[in-house]
């Protein structure tokens, strides 16, 4: 195993620790492994909660900023952090206007995040589960879709929305809005290597690829014989578009690196995703190319549609200052 | 080979289609393969132009944009641009107060580069060459030192400059001043696959690892046995203070990936070398931690300090719009 790393039991708390060093705009618990906006929690805003698994980064804790997440909860590689993190996160943000969970739909986040909603008394909590991978129904860890890219776009709009003062009910119905309308395929060139394991996840012969893998190695829908980049492209673009109608507003685009695939491929592949889409009537207003929701050191991507109507791009536009999204501010 | 291609021999031009397409905000000369700011050439302003081998992005091509580089030249994989691209760019981002050439040492680069600023009569043309990895004094594309990660530094400062409005002759001290304050070492876990090659570019055992890499997989000071993050930080950052005073001013500190390791890896170097820098009175003012010169699909990191006074630190918090860096506007 080729890592960066010092101790493998040991990665998640010292790239937290690195984390703290690079951007003392944040404030790091390390006891809890919770990444806040320093000045959280915000008089009368809606704080917003996320958090996972470690290996995805920059989500989530590259998420935490001004416009966008006020606490995001690391737990080990690839395991949903447990329900005392996410409780004192709740508390850490709570400014009076109530608690948002964005959680995404794996079996142990969603269950975590359930009890510590349910144990943050005298503070209103409401919460969202993305659900967005159209490539399998049911998974190794999911009951239902899988939560994969439109985290990234969510939580970017949704804090916006809480930046402005929307209150709770809005901030969590525009929430479930941006899931419904946001869909995701992935896939694999290689497997990742969880540092505790020492060893590839999954066996990829070097002349095949995995379509429709989760963002932890899981399996997707097939194994294929490696193909163009414009095979890759209809693949991941085609049943998104064959689950939802994306010709009604525009969309953004978002196409994601798993986080060994360099950019020249990514901006590559953009082109080929554009080009299908031109040809099927779906007009993109926004893109985001690179590595946000990534699978340790996989190779591969996913590509995320999100409808967009006028108020969910005023949001993407909105200014948000991130260690992972910055603009505007 | 297990890349997102279509032809080993289209890579570069598809690359720059997909560009085309995420950023409308951009102007790309197909045909000379030049990444052009929309609105150049700005009335006044000094030019920016850089350039080099593909298979380092973002750099440069997704440093062009109000803020940084006027325009951007892409050679194929690995190799210079020629003249006629650079001669193109000059005159395309030429607003009267002519062009500076940004140019990382490389043989080809600084000839090529040369050879374009004779042929751009009647247009004032300064040149700056970035020479600051300290892991070698000449390689196998470079009499002295290469040209690594002070050059994205370099860009933003000096982009910063220009667009403040500073006339050329201060805006080539101030690029020449950089590169003299800029140190930069980096290693290897793997080898990178240039696309046209189809194969690794050099053979490291599982059990170890490179130390002093360049940016193209030519051969470093050492080849050595893995070893934990925190050795590795000392192995990069021990030549780096050895060689430069960093202790009289703050420093903007930059630990980059080289394209295929996660950000999880990174932040955990940047914490390792954080904690070398303090044990060595060495001030850390600002961080810039993710892959911004990569090598393909090569597995490690470099680390750049850059010794930086007031007047660097205001032009590096100034605001810059680019596919590759953005904040404050």
């Known amino acids: 195993m080729k890592k960066l790393i010092n101790d493998p039991a040991a990665v998640v708390q010292e790239a937290l620790r690195g984390m703290a060093a690079a951007h003392p705009e944040l404030r790091i618990d390390h006891e809890n492994r919770i990444v806040f906006r320093g000045d959280a929690p915000v008089r009368g805003k809606v704080g917003l909660v996320s958090g996972g698994g470690s290996g995805h980064e920059p989500m989530h804790g590259g998420f935490v900023g001004p416009g966008m997440l006020d606490a995001a909860c690391a737990g080990e590689v690839f395991t949903s952090p447990v329900p005392d993190q996410m409780l004192a996160a709740t508390r850490g943000v709570d400014g009076g206007a109530g608690v948002l969970h964005i959680v995404k739909n794996y079996t142990g986040d969603v269950m975590n995040f359930e009890m510590a909603a349910e144990l943050s008394e005298g503070i209103e909590v409401e919460t969202v589960v993305v659900d967005d991978d159209v490539a399998v129904q049911d998974s190794l860890y999911t009951a239902g879709r899988r939560g994969v890219g439109t985290t990234v776009l969510l939580e970017k709009i949704v804090g916006a929305a809480a930046e402005q003062g929307r209150p709770l009910s809005e901030v969590a119905a525009l929430a479930r809005k941006v899931d419904q309308r946001g869909r995701s395929m992935g896939m694999a060139l290689t497997s990742c290597t969880v540092p505790a394991a020492g060893h590839p996840t999954f066996d990829l012969p070097e002349t095949e690829m995995e379509i429709g893998i989760g963002i932890h190695g899981e399996p997707g829908r097939r194994r294929v014989p490696l193909a163009p980049a414009r095979e890759i492209a209809e ?91 910055r603009w505007g501010a």
């Open 235 to 325: 693949m991941l673009v085609e049943p998104v578009l064959s689950d939802l109608d994306f010709t009604a507003d525009p969309v953004i685009c978002f196409v994601n690196g798993m986080g060994a695939t360099p950019l020249l491929e990514l901006y590559l592949m953009y082109g080929e995703v554009a080009a299908l889409l031109e040809k099927a009537g779906v007009r993109v207003a926004r893109s985001l190319v690179g590595p946000y929701i990534t699978s340790l050191d996989m190779a591969g991507c996913s590509v995320t549609l999100l409808s967009a109507d006028d108020d969910l791009l005023s949001l993407w536009d909105a200014p948000v200052t991130t260690p992972g999204l």
